[in-house]
């Protein structure tokens, strides 16, 4: 076959395989540590422990596919350390642009853990958001709601005044950065919307009304579909009854909530919550996190852009990355089968190529990554 590329450029033979951009994950936590005894480990780690674990996450998350996250609440602020480190090419990982620890009122929702900051009143908060700031933060994340990991508090539980969340979106905007909030319940939704809110997390119990008001302001879903149906993945931590049976009861509402948004029209982007990398039911969390967006009814190409080009777009980097085109970053990956047709095809996945540099290529390795590289190989705490 004749050459198209311009002198210079090398040429790889992928022997006929599709090739799409790499995947983004916009809900991560490296340093998850969920009630029960798999949390407990990680929350016992000390600092450099801490930083090695969630290297270690790092590594599997980009041989999984996964060549950008997002992380929304991460420990100590290990993460900056992370995104350093994996930027000079010291420890492999995908891109992170990184909320740093998440701003929740006191005694809020994730508080009895040192990935979120408790901050009370609007000065508080502004010193929160200003704080992460300090520490190099590309985004901010707020918990405004209750969730399924709070004992004492309700997925429908409001967390912030208006004042607080005002005093937020004021100092993040003023300095350029994005806000997503932990949310659950619509009113607290629509107000958060209402006063310029860029992201919503979860979003478990969305009405065609606030649906409508988050389609007609541009703000951003990210469903995080598997957290409301992930069992095994709970039992392999020995997360406590109450959590399990919270999260299973909002399964079915989850779900109606996402496609309320998608019939609204609502920007979607995969987020999976579960650390990426994490096997689960035959693949990783991520791309069963793909799978549950289609099959909740994303048609398989929307699904892909809601894994590449629009995270891209919503971090700043629409041209940079999540596509494929001229001067656009290399961050790829292929597969035998045709993505557009199933998502599902991304079970397939077999090369993994991160700013122009191969990561991996199971046809010239014959390590299985998918046993054990991205998967769960030790007792490490998880
Ligand atoms: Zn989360």
């Known amino acids: 076959m004749r050459s198209l590329a311009p002198p210079g450029c090398s040429e790889l033979d992928l022997g006929g395989a599709y090739l799409m951009p790499g995947l983004f994950n916009m809900h991560t936590h490296f340093s998850l540590s ?34 950008s996250v997002r992380c929304v609440a991460e420990k100590d602020h290990a993460d900056f350390a992370l995104r350093s480190a994996i930027d000079a090419g010291l420890v492999a990982g995908p891109r992170i642009f990184t909320a740093g620890r998440a701003l929740v009122c006191t005694g809020g929702h994730g508080h ?42 309700q997925i429908s539980t409001p967390q912030l005044t208006r004042d ?86 909002a399964g079915p509402d989850h779900a109606r909530s996402y496609q309320l948004a998608l019939a609204a029209g609502v920007p979607i982007m995969l987020g999976s919550d579960m650390p990426p990398f994490w096997p689960f039911e035959g693949t990783t969390a ?7 967006l289609a099959g909740f009814g994303l048609a398989p190409l929307a699904a892909l852009r809601a894994a590449t080009a629009t995270p891209a777009g919503w971090l700043g980097q629409q041209g940079r990355l999540g596509v494929i085109q001229a001067g656009a970053t290399a961050d790829l990956i292929a597969m ?22 191969v990561v991996r290529d199971d046809r010239h390795d014959d390590r299985h990554y998918d046993r054990h590289d991205t998967g769960q190989d030790t007792g490490a705490p998880s």
Do not use: N
């Open 112 to 153: 009895d853990s040192t990935d979120t900051l408790e901050c009370d009143g609007a000065a508080g908060f502004a010193r929160g958001v200003r704080s992460q700031l300090k520490a190099g933060a590309d985004l901010i994340k707020v918990m405004i709601s209750g969730g399924i990991a709070g004992q004492y508090e």
């Open 286 to 292: 991520t791309i069963r996190e793909l799978e549950h």
């Open 164 to 249: 607080e969340l005002a005093a937020v979106l004021e100092i993040a905007h003023a300095w350029g950065r994005k806000v997503t909030a932990h949310a659950g319940p619509a009113p607290a939704i629509a107000q958060a919307v209402e006063l310029g809110l860029d992201c919503v997390e979860h979003g478990y119990q969305l009405t065609p009304e606030v649906a409508a008001l988050m389609a007609a302001r541009g703000t951003h879903l990210v469903p995080t579909l598997v957290v409301t149906r992930c069992g095994e993945f709970f039992d392999s931590l020995g997360v406590p009854a109450w959590m399990q049976q919270r999260s299973l009861d």
């Open 336 to 357: 035998d089968a045709d993505p557009t047709a199933e998502v599902s095809a991304l079970r397939g996945l077999r090369w993994v190529m991160k700013g122009g540099t």
């Open 34 to 67: 969920l009630p029960g005894p798999g949390g407990d480990g990680v929350r016992g780690l000390g600092p450099h422990e801490l930083a090695l674990y969630m290297a270690s996450g790092a590594r599997r998350t980009l041989l999984g596919g996964v060549t």
